[in-house]
């Protein structure tokens, strides 16, 4: 038996979520045409009668420019640290990918050599694609084209060692987690430009011994001026959110659930280290002088 955890690695917006959804066959990541939509790793099993693989889709590597992008490549740096694998992710599109290290913070050092995997394969048209290396692999998370190689390549790069989790499992993380998550999917599909980058999603109360389940979620913004456009008018953008979220969450979880949204301004959320860290967010500690 082979069990190990496979972190999947790149930029923002490389592909990492629609991936990871595609390798477990279930939509467990929030996707969004938006780029940096991961801000916690997310993780995902994929377990057969020989081996289990815990993919980690965490933030994409940046270079962060306020504390809650900080938090977030710290958290995913953990992640490839954490990792028995790690697969740098690169757009087929944007032949070639630039060597992983470049991406990381300065001191970060990964455990093995990565495997390269470029994405978005079905973009690029048969006739037009670059010969990608040989020890490199090309997928697309949409038809599924070359899934079956990059999965017998991981297998074989599994440590030995017993199944960690349960074989029936899909995630390792409460549903409370995902529900948050789905909540801030539909708020990127319904609210524009910048303000779902100012927004952050706490669940207050999670009844599941209820039916319908009962689920009350706080939507925090930074500034009272972005509170109404949030509501909308006569609270038609927070309906659309709430009932986009709670199709989601039904549909994950099989059962009914009654979604109770509310609105809030935490001021200047994303560079509170209090705010962040009650949202799961803790800073690296700035070292002292």
């Not at 689920?215 to 509170?227: F, G, M, P, Y």
């Not at 009932?243 to 009914?256: E, G, L, S, Y």
Request: net charge positive.
């Amino acid at each position: 038996m082979r069990c190990g955890i496979v972190a999947l690695a790149g930029a923002p917006n490389v592909g990492k979520s629609s991936l990871l959804n595609a390798l477990v066959g279930e939509p467990l990541a929030i996707v969004s045409p938006k780029p940096q939509t991961t801000r916690e790793p997310v993780r995902g099993l994929l377990t057969d009668e020989a081996t289990q693989i815990i993919f980690v889709d965490p933030a994409g590597l940046l270079n962060p420019g306020y504390p809650l992008q900080k938090a977030m490549v710290h958290a995913a740096v953990a992640s490839l640290n954490d990792a028995d694998l790690v697969l740098h992710l690169h757009p087929l599109p944007e032949f070639p990918a630039p060597p992983l290290p470049s991406l990381l913070p300065d001191g970060a050092r990964l455990r093995s050599p990565p495997i390269t995997v470029y994405t978005k394969a079905d973009l690029v048209p048969p006739s037009r694609r670059p010969a990608v290396p040989p020890e490199a692999l090309r997928v697309s998370a949409a038809t599924r084209e070359g899934l079956d190689a990059l999965l017998a390549r991981t297998r074989a790069r599994l440590p030995e060692g017993p199944f960690l989790y349960d074989a029936a499992d899909l995630g390792t993380q409460p549903l409370r987690f995902f529900a948050a998550e789905f909540v801030r999917e539909a708020a990127f599909g319904v609210l524009e430009q910048e303000l779902p980058y100012s927004l952050a999603v706490e669940i207050e109360a999670f009844r599941e011994q209820e039916t319908p389940v009962y689920i009350r979620a706080t939507l925090a913004v930074e500034r009272e001026s972005q509170k109404p456009i949030v509501l909308g008018r006569g609270g038609r953008t927070i309906k659309a959110i709430g009932v986009a979220a709670r199709q989601r969450i039904a549909a994950f979880m099989d059962r009914p659930v009654y979604l109770d949204l509310w609105v809030t301004v935490w001021p200047k959320w994303r560079k509170n280290r209090a705010a962040l860290a009650r949202l799961g967010f803790p800073l690296p500690s700035e070292p002292r002088s």
